[in-house]
């Protein structure tokens, strides 16, 4: 790989950044808030789902497929959330995963007949479908010359809560249930349909 790199990576230009654009902007906070609520979502989710479904009465080939199957949907929701982002925006695009995130836990965590590996499919392809949009948007937000560094506060924010989130579930299960602790996550997509709407409006 870094034969690879070496080779075909080329170096974008180097930019002194000015001093007056080391204020992180508001909108900045805001959207480190909201990338991280996708990845608390992202990480308590795929780090129980096993656990879940082993305990619904499914075998370990089951549960491997239908994890497979979570995962494989981001080939494809990934660049479908880029094109989202680059039409509507960053906002929308937020909004829009988050209420879809809710309907899907909802869908998986009663049964209602649905099959459970189409409704953490759903919850999938919704949180991946915003993973390229967080870098876009927050690159759109960077002063000049702080892209790199605005890059580092949304992903460097994202990566501390998250690293938290699956012990606070895992506690919650121990004392409440799987099923509940799993139900709770919803708060976390309705808190970022909220703070998505504070995001500003981009095309």
Same mark, same amino acid.
């Given at each position: 790989?870094?034969?690879?790199?070496?080779? =075909?990576?080329?170096?974008?230009?180097?930019?002194?950044?000015?001093?007056?654009?080391?204020?992180?902007?508001?909108?900045?906070?805001?959207?480190?808030?909201?990338?991280?609520?996708?990845?608390?979502?992202?990480?308590?989710?795929?780090?129980?789902?096993?656990?879940?479904?082993?305990?619904?009465?499914?075998?370990?080939?089951?549960?491997?497929?239908?994890?497979?199957?979570?995962?494989?949907?981001?080939?494809?929701?990934?660049?479908?959330?880029?094109?989202?982002?680059?039409?509507? =925006?960053?906002?929308?695009?937020?909004?829009?995963?988050?209420?879809?995130?809710?309907?899907?836990?909802?869908?998986?965590?009663?049964? @209602?007949?649905?099959?459970?590996?189409?409704?953490?499919?759903?919850? =999938?392809?919704?949180?991946?479908?915003?993973?390229?949009?967080?870098?876009?948007?927050?690159?759109?937000? $960077?002063?000049?010359?702080?892209?790199?560094?605005?890059?580092?506060?949304?992903?460097?924010?994202?990566? $501390?809560?998250?690293?938290?989130?699956? #012990?606070?579930?895992?506690?919650?299960?121990?004392?409440?249930?799987?099923?509940?602790?799993?139900? @709770?996550?919803?708060?976390?997509?309705? #808190? $970022?349909?909220?703070?998505?709407?504070?995001?500003?409006?981009?095309?």
């Amino acid at each position: 790989v870094a034969m690879i790199l070496g080779k =075909g990576l080329t170096e974008a230009p180097r930019v002194q950044a000015e001093s007056s654009s080391r204020h992180v902007p508001r909108a900045l906070l805001v959207l480190a808030l909201v990338a991280s609520l996708f990845g608390m979502l992202y990480a308590s989710f795929l780090t129980f789902l096993p656990t879940y479904l082993i305990a619904q009465g499914m075998d370990s080939k089951q549960v491997g497929v239908l994890s497979a199957n979570m995962l494989f949907v981001g080939f494809f929701a990934q660049p479908a959330g880029g094109m989202i982002y680059d039409r509507v =925006g960053g906002r929308r695009l937020y909004a829009l995963s988050a209420v879809m995130v809710s309907i899907g836990l909802l869908l998986f965590t009663n049964t @209602w007949g649905v099959p459970p590996m189409l409704a953490a499919m759903l919850i =999938g392809a919704s949180i991946m479908a915003t993973f390229p949009s967080t870098l876009a948007m927050a690159s759109d937000l $960077a002063k000049s010359g702080n892209v790199s560094m605005t890059v580092g506060i949304v992903f460097g924010t994202s990566g $501390a809560l998250v690293a938290l989130t699956p #012990a606070l579930t895992g506690y919650m299960a121990d004392h409440l249930g799987l099923r509940i602790s799993l139900q @709770w996550l919803i708060v976390f997509a309705v #808190a $970022a349909i909220f703070f998505a709407l504070l995001l500003p409006k981009t095309r």
